[in-house]
């Protein structure tokens, strides 16, 4: 795991191979005439939570996980009780990889090939309280953005790859919109 401040996380975005813009707001978009996408509401419970991050993080090819960036967006937990618990167990799994830095300073985390667990957590924590952030696997052909909304939508620049991801992710009442972005 390796933190990564705002603009870390803009340059691993915009790199060649995840074909990624960010605008002046943070927001990724796929520069390219054609953009596809779907959102999935999240489910009520712990449970539906833990089981529906769980498929996010295994909608690639079977047996392939390459880590990714999780970028956490306009989250302060200040004195919120009911945010602090997130906060504490995020900000807690990076000191215990050795970085001290805080979410408001460094809002972004790099997970490598062998981190499934620990990604999982943050995507747990992200879907549980509701936080606006962005998922941009190791492999490219798509992210994630999940909303203060309960909801996150899935983008890319394939019709298939949204159409693949939206079958895997079947039991979960995918639904294609017209996305608007935040």
Do not use: P, V
């Given at each position: 795991m390796k933190s990564m401040t705002a603009e870390e996380a803009r340059s691993f975005c915009t790199q060649e191979s995840t074909s990624l813009a960010v605008d002046e707001h943070d927001s990724l978009y796929?520069?390219?005439p054609e953009e596809y996408?779907?959102?999935v509401k999240h489910p009520p419970g712990y449970r539906g939570v833990l089981a529906l991050t769980h498929d996010i993080l295994t909608l690639g090819p079977p047996g392939l996980f390459e880590g990714g960036l999780v970028w956490l967006k306009a989250i302060w937990a200040g004195t919120d009780v009911f945010l602090r618990p997130g906060w504490r167990?995020?900000?807690?799994m990076r000191r215990a990889h050795g970085d001290?830095?805080?979410l408001d300073i460094a809002p972004a985390q790099h997970f490598r090939h062998d981190e499934f667990v620990e990604l999982h957590v943050f995507l747990i924590q992200i879907m549980a309280y509701g936080w606006p952030a962005c998922y941009v696997p190791g492999r490219s052909g798509f992210f994630l953005q999940f909303r203060s909304s309960e909801r996150f939508?899935?983008?890319s620049k394939d019709a298939a790859v949204t159409d693949d991801f939206s079958s895997k992710?079947?039991?979960?009442n995918p639904a294609r919109e017209e996305a608007e972005t935040t």
């Open positions: 796929y520069d390219s996408s779907f959102f167990i995020l900000e807690d001290l830095r805080t939508f899935c983008y992710l079947a039991r979960w």
